[in-house]
């Protein structure tokens, strides 16, 4: 295909929609960026939009700009060249996400109690990111070939295999939030590739009542240790005081056997977390049940997310006029609580704004899916749109309270570059199936 007809048969709408969210990602990361250490406010008061803009921190903005130029480029590429001819390596895509998965695993760079991330000089990037594209392409040819044979729960089983071995990696960092993503694009690619409902359906019912048996497990063993180890305290303090006497006698007899199963309960608890739910998971789950437990310990970022979407009211406080940002209270704003900076200087509007924006993406995904001219074409766009909204709703549901914090960035919209490029080189692909269409077919 010609370059000026590549150019010609682009879904522009598209990536108009796609460009509106960066743009206002990058004025959010700006303004999330630029912290207040007094009542500066006032400042803002009688400056106009363009004024305001000229304030906000560029720092991270630039940055932003940066990968987003690279990701164009990325993103033409996968456009132009067919994506027939890319679906010929898929082997080695999950070659190359298992030794990807693989390094960090081994040599990752840690932040955040989390191994995810691999040095290069002054960057660093996240494998986990650039895997999932590269799973979509590589379980979209995987499903191909099984065409017509994925009616039983064996011929299931290869599937779960190919994708769960990742998943292993990914959980090994550990790395929650991308295996669900992974698990979801998993379930809606081999659904739309012909697995039969029912069987999809039930495997997930099993998945979720283990998943929720190992957490009630977790949460009974923890209280029982914390319980105990309260109990010992107590026994401590009363051995001290009857020391030397028949009744202390007694009271340290107790502490022992006390002390004794204590030692057991938190070594079964330490070996679940080490094979299972880490601690922090563990918190975030629990604070996802009951967020004013802790207000100012784990439940601090959803509450003050929470604050930051209310008081941002229906038109919002403007822009820079934010306190719970610019004030520091909410923390990691540029990144996973972004959309809480939305709602709070943009208010209802603006969050309607970015939501609307997400769901003509999607919707233009979903439809490109109906007009691929073969099932490669669907299950690649499928695969797209899964992840995508999955990631919408985890990060919007997570600073509105509906769903557990995960660290899922907001799709083109949070800081990041490996997560900007990923959905950038996704875009690519839908952009190549649209061109390659049932009704406009070029060769």
Same mark, same amino acid.
């Given at each position: ?15 108009? $929609?796609?460009?509106? #969210? ?31 803009? =000229? ?6 903005? *630039?940055?932003?700009?940066?990968? &987003? ?7 033409? /590429? ?21 030794? !990807? ?18 040095? %290069? ?46 998943? #292993? ?6 790395? =929650? ?17 012909? /697995? ?6 039930? !495997? #997930? ?18 209280? !029982?240790? +914390? ?15 009857? /020391? ?6 007694? %009271? ?33 789950? *629990?604070?996802? +049940?009951?967020?004013?437990?802790? =207000? ?30 610019? #004030? ?19 208010? &209802? ?9 997400? *769901? ?32 919408? &709703? ?31 080189? $996704?875009?690519?692909? +839908? ?13």
């Amino acid at each position: 295909m010609s370059l000026g007809r590549t150019l010609k048969g682009l879904d522009y709408p598209l990536i108009m $929609a796609v460009v509106a #969210l960066v743009l206002l990602g990058l004025i959010m990361i700006g303004s999330a960026t630029l912290e207040y250490k007094d009542d500066s406010f006032s400042q803002f008061k009688n400056l106009n939009v363009l004024a305001r803009l =000229l304030h906000l921190d560029y720092q991270y903005v *630039f940055q932003q700009m940066l990968w &987003f130029v690279l990701g164009i480029f990325l993103m033409g /590429a996968i456009a132009y060249l067919p994506y027939e001819d890319l679906m010929k390596y898929t082997r080695y895509y999950y070659a190359i996400t298992l030794i !990807l998965l693989g390094t960090v695993t081994i040599m990752g760079h840690s932040a955040l109690g989390a191994q995810r991330w691999i040095q %290069l000089g002054t960057h660093t990037f996240q494998p986990s990111e650039f895997s999932k594209f590269l799973m979509i392409m590589s379980f979209s040819g995987f499903l191909v070939k099984r065409q017509g044979n994925l009616d039983r729960f064996r011929d299931l089983l290869p599937c779960f295999i190919y994708f769960g071995i990742p998943i #292993l990696f990914v959980l090994m960092q550990p790395d =929650l939030g991308t295996a669900l993503v992974f698990v979801f694009i998993m379930f809606c690619m081999m659904f739309f590739a012909g /697995a039969k409902p029912s069987i999809l359906l039930w !495997l #997930l019912g099993v998945g979720l009542a283990l998943v929720a048996g190992l957490f009630f497990i977790h949460l009974s063993l923890h209280n !029982l240790d +914390l319980q105990q180890k309260e109990q010992l305290s107590l026994l401590e303090q009363e051995v001290r005081i009857t /020391a030397n006497t028949s009744a202390g006698q007694e %009271l340290n007899k107790s502490y022992l056997e006390l002390a004794e199963k204590n030692q057991t309960t938190h070594a079964l608890h330490e070996k679940l977390h080490k094979y299972t739910f880490k601690e922090y998971q563990m918190t975030r789950l *629990f604070i996802f +049940l009951n967020p004013r437990s802790d =207000l100012l310990g784990a439940g601090y970022h959803v509450w003050q997310s929470l604050i930051a979407i209310g008081s941002g009211g229906f038109a919002g406080k403007g822009l820079l006029e934010g306190t719970q940002s610019h #004030l520091t209270f909410l923390p990691v704003r540029h990144t996973d609580f972004v959309f809480s900076v939305v709602g709070e200087e943009f208010g &209802f509007i603006g969050a309607l704004v970015i939501l609307g924006l997400f *769901f003509f993406v999607l919707c233009r995904g979903i439809q490109i899916a109906t007009l691929a001219r073969d099932l490669t074409g669907t299950l690649l766009a499928i695969g797209i749109v899964s992840m995508l909204f999955f990631q919408v &709703f985890t990060n919007i549901g997570m600073t509105t309270g509906i769903m557990p914090v995960t660290g899922i960035p907001l799709p083109f919209v949070s800081y990041g570059g490996s997560s900007l490029l990923m959905c950038m080189m $996704a875009l690519g692909l +839908l952009l190549n199936i649209y061109l390659r269409r049932k009704k406009f077919s070029f060769k």
